[in-house]
């Protein structure tokens, strides 16, 4: 079984900045993509930035040049720097990441959630 546990989530003020963690442990023979998702009230889920294990990096227009993804495959971590919040960036952030417990068999997962809220 594996686990993604999130943490970094709080209360900024608009322009603020924050740093979101994701770590995945259990058994875990290699991770492919890693990525953040978020959601708020009344909306569907939405991706907002992707990296896969190479390093390739994908990321929602409404956060370019605002957040940054990185990861630490040695850690089996991913972060998510938030940068120019905004109060729409205001939502529950979740991680998802591509898990393989073996060469063959891969696990998509998705962490708890972790509260974003960005006053104005």
């Known amino acids: 079984q594996v686990q993604l546990v999130e943490s970094g989530g709080g209360l900024v003020q608009a322009g603020g900045s924050l740093r979101l963690s994701c770590a995945a442990s259990g058994s875990i023979f290699s991770i492919n993509a890693m990525g953040w998702y978020r959601q708020s009230p009344g909306k569907q889920r939405e991706l907002v930035a992707v990296i896969t294990r190479g390093g390739s990096i994908n990321y929602a227009d409404s956060v370019k040049g605002r957040f940054t993804i990185s990861r630490d495959n040695a850690k089996n971590t991913v972060y998510l720097q938030m940068n120019s919040l905004k109060p729409e960036d205001t939502a529950v952030y979740y991680c998802?990441?591509?898990?393989?417990?073996?060469?063959?068999?891969?696990?998509?997962?998705w962490g708890q959630g972790t509260q974003v809220t960005v006053s104005s």
């Open positions: 998802k990441s591509s898990v393989c417990s073996s060469r063959h068999k891969c696990t998509e997962y």
